[in-house]
């Protein structure tokens, strides 16, 4: 004796409970929608950008670079009275 409510009952046990379809439309369809929606990926680019702020100037810094050490020493030297001049100015 077969009937379509058997059938329907025998597909819907051996069929894994329905388990996967409802899966599907609770985990993967919404984190589908997500990535689809957020494809451009506003938070990496913030990630982005700063690697390229960083990497421009460490193109700028190293155009500085010469070699020769007399000029970095010069170069700190002057850094150093800025930053004291900076220093007494603040504190006068």
């Given at each position: 004796?077969?009937?379509?409510?058997?059938?329907?009952?025998?597909r819907?046990w051996?069929?894994?409970?329905?388990?996967?379809?409802?899966?599907?439309?609770?985990?993967?369809?919404?984190?589908?929608?997500?990535?689809?929606?957020?494809?451009?990926?506003?938070?990496?680019?913030?990630?982005?950008?700063?690697?390229?702020?960083?990497?421009?100037?460490?193109?700028?810094?190293?155009?500085?670079?010469?070699?020769?050490?007399?000029?970095?020493?010069?170069?700190?030297?002057?850094?150093?009275?800025?930053?004291?001049?900076?220093?007494?100015?603040?504190?006068?």
């Amino acid at each position: 004796m077969k009937s379509q409510a058997g059938d329907a009952t025998r597909r819907f046990w051996f069929g894994g409970w329905g388990f996967d379809a409802l899966y599907d439309r609770v985990f993967v369809g919404p984190f589908v929608w997500f990535a689809r929606i957020n494809k451009r990926d506003g938070v990496d680019f913030v990630y982005t950008a700063a690697a390229g702020i960083t990497r421009g100037f460490h193109h700028v810094v190293a155009l500085t670079q010469s070699g020769h050490l007399r000029w970095y020493a010069a170069n700190m030297a002057i850094g150093l009275l800025v930053a004291f001049a900076i220093v007494l100015v603040v504190l006068a």
